[in-house]
């Protein structure tokens, strides 16, 4: 997707790291950048937009659900795994895990996740 028009930050930089952008993950120097990406460039700026929707309405009507501690315990499993740099193991976090059921988040440690 782009507008056609050169960028100093290219559509794809901005694509790939939207999301980052709409949860506030990423330094103010990059975030400065994709705003006037945005008032340059209006196909990101309208998936910006669109992105932008989904995730207040899906926080409005998904926002106060609990979530399974086994799945809880999986993903900071894999976000553990993520900023250590190994490997992350190819399965599915949403799957119900046998391996952690029992399992619990006590004085701070995190399971690991089991490796098929």
Not at 4 to 20: F, Q
Not at 23 to 46: A, I, N, Q, W
Not at 75 to 81: A, Q
Request: aromatic share 4%; glycine share 6%.
């Amino acid at each position: 997707m782009s507008c056609g028009e050169p960028h100093e930050t290219d559509c794809s930089e901005v694509l790939d790291h939207l999301y980052e952008f709409l949860d506030r993950e990423m330094p103010d120097s990059d975030c400065t950048k994709f705003e006037v990406h945005f008032e340059e460039c209006s196909p990101c700026l309208e998936k910006y937009g669109l992105e932008q929707a989904v995730k207040k309405l899906v926080k409005r009507c998904c926002g106060h659900d609990d979530v399974p501690s086994d799945l809880r315990a999986k993903v900071l499993g894999r976000i553990d795994l993520i900023r250590s740099g190994q490997a992350v193991p190819d399965q599915d976090v949403t799957v119900a895990s046998t391996e952690l059921s029992g399992a619990e988040l006590s004085g701070g440690e995190r399971p690991s996740v089991a490796q098929e």
